[in-house]
């Protein structure tokens, strides 16, 4: 037993009257704690409960993204015209409707904007089908290869995926802990905030409660994270919604407000329709090829209304609408198509050996 760890499980846990907030460097501690195995199981267990019932602040937060940041695994900066975007999508994934994120990061990463997605495996409390899985139905399999790799694969084709299991294995080893208190715990919302990467980027990162918004503008402002964007998003996600205005906070330092909340009425822009049911799987790979062969379908409307957006926000595209109507002239010329058989064709040569992936492809 970590007794070091133990007076910060005490402090968190001790209730609504003598219970304290941890600062952000105690926040560090404990989650470095975690991470190594230094506590132990019941210790990691109650402090993941009490720090749930409790609620996380901005600072301890940011002590968490701290021990990330120092223990977990990390792209260098690669070449390109436009910062990277970091996805921040809940690792339990998607259980009511569909997800277009992987449509939408090949969309942009055909115009050379990087996007960078993280996760693992299924995960409690939802076990919705996660990123790694989508991927897969897209005929990418992220899951078998070195960091190095990915490095290597994220240079030449603007994509890349950080895998939990195989890249951070001291935290997927805390993933059962979430199914045994049977509630998602402060990591999983730091998750949503982590950047493993060192470049140029956005951080974007989906939410679902509206406090959240402000608890992440917090914990930002404290990481001195200067470029990030919140999304009221499905199911959390950064896919942006058509059955509800859609709430974004971006900050942007220089301006005055540097953080700045948005309000996109999807109606405004010929956008507005009931929110896409997640299908069986295989409708939803048949239904994802069919969006980059450029065939119309709602899945393809809400491809458009997200990487019209992101087109918009990456600095590509003067405007949402001019966004929109480029990701439907990419998609409709097969470029996205190549973009997906490309990286396709670099997972799988390095996966067989090839050490060597182009710059450029």
């Known amino acids: 037993m970590s007794d070091a760890f133990r007076a910060l499980l005490k402090k968190v846990g001790s209730g ?32 993941m409960i009490a720090q749930r019932i409790k609620r996380p602040t901005g600072e301890e937060l940011a002590g968490i993204l701290d021990a990330y940041e120092a223990l977990g695994p ?90 939990l299991p195989s890249h951070f294995p001291a935290a997927h080893d805390l993933v059962i802990y979430r199914d045994q208190i049977g509630k998602r715990p402060s990591l999983a919302t730091a998750e ?38 919140t ?15 859609s709430i974004i906070g971006i900050n942007q330092p220089g301006q005055h407000p540097a953080f700045e909340r948005i309000l996109l009425p999807p109606r405004d822009y010929d956008m507005a329709a009931a929110e896409v049911p997640l299908p069986a799987e295989t409708e939803l790979f048949q239904g994802m090829q069919a969006v980059l062969a450029g065939t119309s379908s709602e899945l393809t409307q809400l491809t458009l209304w997200n990487a019209g957006f992101f087109l918009w926000r990456c600095g590509h595209a003067p405007s949402l609408k001019a966004g929109m109507v480029e990701a439907e002239a990419l998609l409709q010329a097969g470029v996205v198509l190549q973009t997906l058989n490309d990286l396709k064709l670099a997972v799988e040569g390095i996966s067989k050996g090839d050490r060597h992936i182009p710059s450029e492809i």
């Open 16 to 47: 609504p009257h003598t219970g304290k907030d941890l600062s952000r460097s105690e926040s560090a501690a404990a989650t470095r704690m975690m991470l190594t195995q230094e506590a132990t199981p019941a210790q990691i267990g109650a402090f």
């Open 74 to 163: 990390c792209l260098q900066p690669i070449s390109a015209p436009y910062p990277t975007l970091v996805m921040g999508i809940p690792y339990d994934g998607r259980s009511r409707t569909a997800p277009c994120s992987p449509l939408v990061a090949l969309i942009l990463a055909t115009i050379e904007c990087p996007v960078l997605h993280h996760g693992g495996i299924r995960m409690p409390t939802k076990y919705g089908i996660p990123l790694i899985e989508l991927w897969q139905g897209l005929g990418v399999d992220w899951s078998g290869l070195s960091l190095t790799q990915v490095q290597s694969i994220f240079a030449a084709t603007k994509l890349g995926f950080v895998y």
């Open 192 to 229: 949503l905030l982590w950047c493993p990467y060192m470049g140029d980027r956005i951080v974007i990162s989906g939410y679902v409660h509206p406090p959240t918004e402000a608890l992440f503008q917090k914990t930002s402002i404290l990481r001195q994270v200067p470029h990030f964007i």
């Open 231 to 245: 999304v009221k998003g499905l199911e959390g996600s950064c896919d942006l919604p058509r059955d509800r205005t």
